[in-house]
């Protein structure tokens, strides 16, 4: 009985992760951050391609 106390709070203090979660969350808003910056790059420069397409 002891061993699995031992072992519970063993757990409980563990926060390796915790780390790991955080830093898969820190990585999924870089992702989004990064898509949302090339769409918007990409729907202004297809503006920009479609318009000096039209003046030729």
Known sequence: M???IAR???F???ED???AIEYG???G???LLII???TTLGTNLSAIFN???DSI
């Open 2 to 4: 002891k061993n699995l």
């Open 12 to 14: 409980a203090h563990d």
């Open 8 to 10: 519970a709070v063993r």
């Open 36 to 38: 949302g910056g090339v």
């Open 25 to 27: 969350l820190l990585a």
């Open 17 to 19: 992760g915790v780390t």
């Open 51 to 53: 318009n000096l397409a």
């Open 29 to 31: 808003l870089i992702a």
